[in-house]
């Protein structure tokens, strides 16, 4: 089964607007983090956005906000005041410990791909 | 489920060894690449690899270097490490396009002492 899903496979939306992308996650590790990254053309993964599975402050980092409902296992992203630039595809991604605690791992979403249109 | 394998999850060596990492994927995808994540958590891209074209992000010292056998693998050599390599390593596969969905590895963590 997928650890992380995200349901949008692509969203399209119009300058000024605001959008929702969803996250949902597995895990069993008390502590985690999650992440959104932005793909670049480049190639480029950009750090967007993080949440820690402990904390309930509601992070927020310029036009970047997260909705994280912890006990649903779900974190969206919210990216208000859309501009053409933030087309691209977002993925979202759960850092959790190994079961052994020596070491970590990063699994990725498959992405949402966004279309943003002037 | 698992379809893009890094070998080894986690590696510790001196300064001056050398060090590979394996990336196999299992998707018949046509491209792979590796990235590095640094301690922001940003990733960066180091290259990006399909069975025509090598591309190279500049900024990468040239210790290290990308091997292929076919399509399915690309291992990362580094030839004499430093302790700024160390780092997590993430392999990832797609099929060649703008938007297509990439598939990460777990990761490969290098200690450098």
């Known amino acids: 089964a997928e650890k992380v899903i995200q349901v949008w496979s692509t969203a399209s939306r119009q300058e000024g607007e605001e959008l929702t992308l969803d996250c949902s996650y597995e895990t069993s590790q008390v502590l985690y983090h999650l992440f959104w990254y932005k793909h670049l053309l480049s190639g480029e993964m950009v750090f967007l956005i993080r949440q820690t599975s402990s904390s309930t402050a509601k992070e927020r980092s310029g036009r970047y906000s997260v909705v994280f409902q912890k006990s649903l296992k779900s974190i969206s992203l919210i990216i208000s005041a859309l501009q053409p630039d933030d087309s691209g595809k977002y993925f979202c991604?759960?850092?959790?410990?190994?079961?052994?605690?020596?070491?970590?791992?990063?699994?990725f979403g498959k992405g949402t791909l966004l279309t943003v249109t002037p | 489920e698992t379809a893009v394998f890094q070998t080894p999850n986690y590696h510790v060596t001196q300064v001056g060894n050398e060090v590979s990492f394996n990336c196999k994927q299992t998707l018949g995808h046509d491209t792979m690449y590796w990235y590095k994540q640094d301690s922001k958590k940003l990733l960066k891209i180091m290259f990006s690899y399909n069975n025509k074209q090598l591309i190279v992000n500049e900024t990468v010292p040239r210790r290290f270097s990308p091997q292929s056998s076919d399509k399915a693998h690309l291992n990362l050599r580094i030839k004499s490490v430093e302790p700024e390599d160390s780092a997590v390593y993430l392999c990832?596969?797609?099929?060649?396009?703008?938007?297509?969905?990439?598939?990460f590895g777990e990761g490969s963590r290098l200690i450098v002492v």
């Open positions: 990832a596969s797609s099929f060649t396009g703008v938007g297509n969905t990439l598939y």
């Open positions: 991604a759960l850092w959790e410990l190994n079961s052994g605690g020596s070491n970590y791992k990063l699994t």
